[in-house]
């Protein structure tokens, strides 16, 4: 290692280790890139991360398998140096599969309140941990797939229930003001309301 450590490779390393095949380079790259922003800012400690198969069935793609490990074990160490609030917005950001726009994530979570999610967005937002994006002139937060699928499968019990309740409420009544403002002025907002957040009110109505 101290030979490595200053550029000197041994003669016979080639022989013994070969080289990396271009394949491997790639698989490491595509580990690489998606955690990078999950370290802190000026992170100086040299890390590793290895994806080890105990068994493959030569169907299913072993690089997506080896990206999904990668980010979940750096997401658990990102999670647990946040701050509590941050990490209890995120759990409940991760309730809504189209994202939330940031007035209905006050209402729903601060009693409408921007200043009261404001810190914790922006530690999320700035770790990425939560992907913050404009549409229909709105600011929205979504939790990305990979991340929402940890969380939800780590959280469990009544706390969760209680905010799935709350959340299912909050679209209801959006839903019967959407119905009763149709036909009125308010009639663009509340299609926007209703396209940004389509995926988790279409099961409503079933």
Same mark, same amino acid.
């Given at each position: 290692e101290?030979?490595?450590?200053?550029?000197? +490779?041994?003669?016979s390393?080639?022989?013994?280790?070969?080289?990396?095949?271009?394949?491997? +380079?790639? +698989?490491?790259?595509l580990?690489?890139?998606?955690?990078?922003?999950?370290?802190?800012? %000026?992170?100086r &400690?040299?890390? !590793?991360?290895?994806?080890?198969?105990?068994?493959? /069935?030569?169907?299913n793609?072993?690089?997506?398998?080896?990206?999904i490990?990668?980010?979940?074990? +750096?997401l658990?160490?990102s999670i647990?140096?946040?701050a509590?609030?941050s990490?209890?917005?995120?759990?409940?950001?991760?309730l809504?599969?189209? %994202?939330?726009d940031?007035?209905?994530?006050?209402?729903?979570?601060?009693?409408?309140?921007?200043?009261?999610i404001?810190?914790?967005?922006?530690?999320?937002?700035?770790?990425s941990?939560v992907?913050?994006?404009?549409a229909?002139?709105?600011?929205?937060?979504?939790v990305?797939l990979?991340?929402?699928?940890?969380l939800l499968?780590?959280?469990?019990?009544?706390?969760?229930? /209680?905010?799935?309740?709350?959340v299912?409420?909050?679209?209801?009544?959006?839903?019967? !003001?959407?119905?009763?403002?149709?036909?009125?002025?308010? $009639?663009?907002?509340? &299609? $926007?309301?209703?396209?940004? !957040?389509?995926?988790?009110?279409?099961p409503?109505l079933s």
């Amino acid at each position: 290692e101290n030979f490595y450590s200053s550029g000197k +490779i041994p003669g016979s390393f080639f022989k013994r280790e070969e080289r990396t095949t271009n394949d491997e +380079i790639l +698989i490491c790259r595509l580990m690489d890139r998606p955690v990078r922003p999950l370290f802190p800012k %000026g992170w100086r &400690i040299d890390t !590793h991360i290895m994806a080890n198969f105990v068994s493959y /069935d030569k169907s299913n793609a072993a690089d997506v398998l080896a990206m999904i490990g990668a980010s979940a074990a +750096i997401l658990d160490a990102s999670i647990s140096r946040l701050a509590a609030d941050s990490v209890a917005l995120m759990r409940r950001l991760s309730l809504m599969e189209s %994202g939330c726009d940031l007035r209905f994530a006050a209402e729903l979570f601060a009693g409408g309140s921007l200043s009261a999610i404001a810190a914790p967005i922006a530690e999320l937002v700035d770790r990425s941990l939560v992907r913050s994006e404009t549409a229909g002139g709105e600011r929205r937060l979504r939790v990305p797939l990979h991340y929402r699928t940890r969380l939800l499968s780590s959280w469990a019990g009544e706390d969760r229930a /209680d905010d799935e309740r709350r959340v299912r409420d909050a679209l209801l009544v959006r839903l019967r !003001h959407c119905a009763v403002v149709w036909f009125s002025d308010e $009639q663009l907002p509340a &299609i $926007q309301f209703l396209n940004r !957040h389509a995926a988790d009110i279409t099961p409503l109505l079933s």
